[in-house]
């Protein structure tokens, strides 16, 4: 495995690769992990800034604003929302995490991250290592406040996609929906998966991706917490497989978000494992889905990320 310092686009870069995967690290835009390569198929995993180049944001700002590419790591919320115990505080649009410099290192494994909280007293480290070709993304959350940290994770890997990608979801057969639409209808409306109905009654494949032509997205969530934690996409018109495995008991819920053209004009999926149920740490505590990390405590998870030919 080569570790290097690089440029990716106009930012400092970290970088590991090996034969088979490239993988970029962008420090200072949130530690954002920029690029995925399959080297042998010389395919880009995630979605690039469409104006070619990254502009650094200010905390809080508005997550849509700026490049919506690559990786980000959500926490301790994705939408916008006041703190589930502390009304006093109000957590940022997508997390604090995406907009603040990250401290990285490469070790002997790979390259470690590391971030500090800004309202409330937490440590985020992470660790990216690969090998062949598996990523292996290791996560410490920790809480060093005196009260209890309802903090809501959620991998954002914005990835290119096609009219040919598939999105895989095994033993899956319910999904709600999470965002108002025109096919899917109102928040908390429910569908079969793969295939189900819309408002208008026409069938439609929630496992399937329109063109990007169809100017719009959606949002829906697995109804019901995980029994096993594995997602996929077929990529690069069915010649890759882009799995994740994980916990499902850290990590029992999973979020799709679809972009069809309808925000910015930009043609991505993502599958977003996370730890609540849904998009604010407010909403999932008070659902009760979302578990504190007490005071002193570390939560800990891991996410591996497979590529996988399929020919």
């Given at each position: 495995?080569?570790?290097?310092?690089?440029r990716?686009?106009?930012?400092?870069?970290?970088?590991?690769?090996n034969?088979?995967?490239?993988i970029?690290?962008?420090?200072?835009?949130?530690?954002?992990?920029?690029?995925?390569?399959?080297?042998?198929?010389g395919?880009?995993v995630?979605?690039?800034?469409?104006k070619?180049?990254y502009t650094?944001?200010?905390?809080?700002?508005e997550?849509?604003l700026?490049d919506?590419s690559?990786?980000d790591e959500?926490?301790?919320?994705?939408d916008?929302c006041?703190?589930?115990?502390?009304?006093t505080?109000?957590?940022p649009?997508?997390?604090?995490?995406?907009?603040?410099p990250?401290q990285?290192?490469f070790?002997?494994?790979?390259?470690?991250?590391r971030?500090q909280?800004?309202?409330?007293?937490?440590?985020?480290?992470?660790h990216?290592a690969?090998?062949d070709?598996?990523?292996?993304i290791?996560?410490a959350?920790?809480?060093?406040e005196?009260?209890?940290?309802y903090?809501?994770?959620?991998?954002h890997?914005?990835v290119?996609?096609?009219?040919?990608t598939?999105?895989?979801?095994?033993?899956v057969?319910?999904?709600?929906?999470v965002?108002?639409?025109?096919l899917l209808?109102?928040?908390?409306?429910?569908?079969?998966?793969?295939v189900?109905?819309t408002v208008l009654?026409?069938?439609?494949?929630?496992?399937?991706?329109?063109?990007?032509?169809?100017?719009?997205?959606?949002k829906y969530?697995?109804?019901?917490?995980?029994?096993?934690?594995q997602?996929?996409?077929l990529?690069n018109?069915?010649?890759?497989?882009y799995?994740?495995?994980?916990?499902?008991?850290?990590?029992?819920?999973l979020g799709?978000?679809i972009n069809?053209?309808?925000?910015?004009?930009?043609?991505n999926?993502?599958l977003?494992?996370?730890?609540?149920?849904y998009d604010?740490?407010?909403?999932a505590?008070?659902?009760?889905?979302l578990?504190?990390i007490?005071?002193?405590r570390?939560l800990?998870?891991?996410?591996?990320?497979?590529?996988l030919?399929?020919?």
């Amino acid at each position: 495995m080569q570790q290097y310092k690089t440029r990716h686009l106009n930012a400092d870069a970290y970088c590991l690769e090996n034969a088979i995967l490239r993988i970029i690290v962008l420090p200072e835009l949130g530690g954002k992990i920029a690029s995925l390569q399959y080297k042998p198929q010389g395919f880009e995993v995630f979605s690039q800034p469409a104006k070619g180049e990254y502009t650094m944001p200010n905390y809080g700002d508005e997550f849509a604003l700026y490049d919506t590419s690559g990786s980000d790591e959500m926490f301790p919320t994705i939408d916008i929302c006041a703190d589930p115990k502390d009304k006093t505080i109000l957590w940022p649009d997508h997390g604090e995490l995406w907009a603040l410099p990250w401290q990285c290192a490469f070790d002997k494994r790979g390259l470690f991250s590391r971030a500090q909280g800004v309202v409330w007293n937490y440590i985020f480290e992470r660790h990216i290592a690969i090998n062949d070709n598996t990523v292996t993304i290791s996560y410490a959350i920790t809480n060093n406040e005196d009260k209890p940290l309802y903090g809501l994770w959620a991998f954002h890997g914005l990835v290119a996609v096609d009219e040919e990608t598939e999105i895989i979801l095994p033993n899956v057969s319910k999904l709600i929906n999470v965002h108002e639409s025109e096919l899917l209808g109102t928040v908390g409306a429910m569908h079969n998966y793969p295939v189900s109905k819309t408002v208008l009654g026409d069938e439609i494949s929630l496992d399937k991706i329109a063109s990007r032509t169809a100017n719009k997205s959606e949002k829906y969530y697995v109804s019901t917490p995980m029994e096993n934690g594995q997602c996929s996409l077929l990529l690069n018109h069915k010649q890759l497989e882009y799995q994740l495995l994980y916990n499902a008991r850290k990590l029992p819920y999973l979020g799709v978000w679809i972009n069809e053209g309808g925000f910015k004009n930009e043609y991505n999926v993502a599958l977003e494992p996370t730890n609540g149920f849904y998009d604010t740490n407010l909403m999932a505590a008070q659902n009760g889905t979302l578990k504190p990390i007490l005071p002193g405590r570390t939560l800990s998870f891991t996410l591996h990320l497979n590529l996988l030919p399929t020919a």
